[in-house]
Structures are given as C-alpha cells and as structure tokens.
C-alpha cells in the first residue's frame, strides 16, 4: 500500500468472491495474514448466531484474523440486503480506522454488488403480509405476478431464486405507491478476485463437504435450532441445508432422499453463485479470476496485483 508521508493511505476494499467449498474463506484469511487485513464476510445467513456448520462459517480457520458480520443476528430473524449494506460501512469504518486492510469475502452476490454499486432499491422494507401471500404461490404464478408489475427506472429484477423473485416483486409492488429510498453510503472502490475451480473438482469438494458437516453434526444443530422455538418454515426460508434437514426432522424425507435432494441442491446453488458473479461483470464490475492452485499460490497473485493498482 501507498505510504504518504508516513501515513498509510485509505485501503482499498480487496473482494474475495466465489461459489461455495472454492476455498475463498481461506484464500481471504491468507491474504489477510500478508497484508496486515481484517474479513468481512458476504454471506447471507453467517450473520445468525447458532447457524454455523449449515453456513460454512468454518472460524477455526479465522485463526487471529478479525473478522466482522458473522454472527450478528439471531436464528431465527430476518435480514436484508439494506441492513447489510449500513452494517457493511460501519464494519468498513472500523477496520480502517484501525489501519487494517480490509478485505470482503463471500459469496452471496448481491451483497457484495450491494457495497460496490449504488442499490437504491435496497431501502424498500419488508411487506411481511404480501410476502405471505407471495410464499403461497408457485414459481410460476409469481412469475406472472411479477411481469404484469410496473418495473421502477434502472431496476433490474433478479429472479434466479424463488427468494428473490419474492423481493423484487416485493420492490416493484412498493414503488407502485412510495418514493424511492435515497442510498446515503457511498460507493467503494475495489479490487474483485475471483475463484473458480474447475466444475468436477467443485463438485467433489461440495459433496465431500457435507458429508463432513453431517458426521460434524449438521442435523443435531438444526435439531437444537427447532427446539428452541425457531418455527421450522422459518429455517426451510432459510434454504439448502436447514430447508432440507428441518423437512428430514419432520419425516417429509427419508435419510437417502434427503441426502440426494440436499446434494444436488448445493450443486445447482453454486452454479447460480456463478451465474450472478457473470451478472456481475456484465453490470460493469471487473473480477479477476484467479488461476485455478494452492491457497499459497492464490495469494501471492491476489498480493501482485493489488500492489500495481
């Protein structure tokens, strides 16, 4: 980094980005060793406490590394993309003030998109009454809600997932009768890398890996989560794993089934990450994809090219 008169100039945000089981957790925590850093994570539901083998938290490989924005909600809560982008900033705000490069790290690409583009929309609250109603319809029924909708300037709906396809529904039935929310945080400069493993390896890793959090006790946390009241079409809102170990706990699946739908689940979310990383790049945001190889070997190219920016 830039020396300025002796003092260290504003950090650059290094974004650490790619599907899930690519090994971005522990290519940030590397990065940070080298350049002084501190994580913020980018994941959608390592913010709830008590959810962490079905999120990949993986904190032992944090070490001594700060980190911010894993665990900060309980299980049980909602959040969204807004109450990110203000926790992000003020997360940001510390680490710098610490001297501290910061480093983002995750996977859950509107997030990340979220800090690094301005996301007027991001404001819109929750409508929990037209998201019960939304919730009751299938794919298809809200694809239609949605198109006869009226879409506000410059939104661009992401329907990869039924979730979102409920949000921006959510956004363009709000903005049919309010002003747009004006976005308060500015825009950060960044440096995007990206990993991603070739698909057969991914896929290996991906099913190694739950096999793994099942023997490291997958079921017994989403067991523990439901008998501490969190209702279970809660923790199936929550997707993947807790959606399909809460079905396997209520009897709907039997342990070979709900293995085989969980697995290939995964899979098809990771491909989805990738396609909203290419959304991403299409939206203006460079991503240097980093050549497939040891963390070690990853690092050390995230650290060459930062130094020449």
Same mark, same amino acid.
């Given at each position: ?7 260290? !100039? ?39 406490? =008590?959810? /962490?083998?079905?999120?990949?938290? /993986?904190?032992?490989?944090?070490? /001594? ?8 909600? /309980? ?15 003020? +997360? ?14 995750? =996977?859950? =690409? ?24 939304? *919730? !009751?319809?299938?794919? +298809? ?24 396809l409920i949000r921006a529904t959510e ?12 976005? %308060? %945080?500015? #825009? ?10 070739? #698909?057969?390896?991914?896929?290996q890793r991906i099913t190694e890996r ?10 017994? *946390? ?29 009897? *709907? ?27 991403? *790049? ?10 497939? =190889?040891?963390?070690?070997?990853? !690092? ?10």
């Open positions: 980094m830039d020396q300025i008169r002796g003092v260290r !100039a504003t950090p650059r945000l290094i974004v650490i980005l790619g599907p899930t089981a690519s090994g971005k957790t522990r290519l940030a925590v590397e990065v940070a060793k080298r350049a002084g850093g501190a994580i913020i994570s980018a994941d959608s539901r390592q913010v709830y406490r =008590g959810m /962490d083998l079905g999120t990949g938290k /993986d904190l032992d490989d944090y070490g /001594d590394i700060p980190y911010a924005l894993i665990d900060i909600r /309980d299980a049980g809560d909602t959040y969204h993309v807004g109450q990110y982008q203000s926790d992000f900033h003020d +997360a940001l705000d510390r680490i710098e003030e610490q001297g501290k490069q910061p480093i983002l790290c995750g =996977g859950t =690409g509107l997030y990340i998109q979220s800090v690094l583009q301005q996301f007027d929309y991001s404001g819109v609250p929750v409508d929990r009454a037209l998201r019960s109603e939304l *919730e !009751a319809l299938d794919t +298809a029924a809200l694809r239609d809600r949605l198109r006869v909708l009226p879409v506000p300037a410059g939104f661009k709906a992401d329907t990869s997932t039924r979730k979102r956004i363009c039935t709000w903005c049919q009768y309010h002003v747009l929310p004006q976005h %308060h %945080h500015p #825009v950060v400069p960044a440096i995007l890398f990206g990993i991603n493993p070739p #698909v057969d390896i991914r896929r739950l096999r793994i959090r099942l023997e490291q006790g997958l079921i017994e *946390e989403v067991r523990h989560l439901l008998k501490k009241g969190i209702p279970p079409e809660r923790l199936v809102y929550y997707g993947l794993e807790y959606k399909y170990v809460t079905r396997y706990l209520l009897g *709907e699946l039997d342990y070979e089934t709900f293995f085989a739908r969980l697995n290939t689940e995964i899979h098809r979310f990771a491909k989805r990450q990738m396609t909203y990383f290419r959304k991403m *790049e299409k939206d203006g945001l460079a991503i240097h994809w980093l050549a497939n =190889g040891s963390i070690d070997d990853m !690092a050390t190219e995230v650290m060459a090219i930062s130094a020449t920016i």
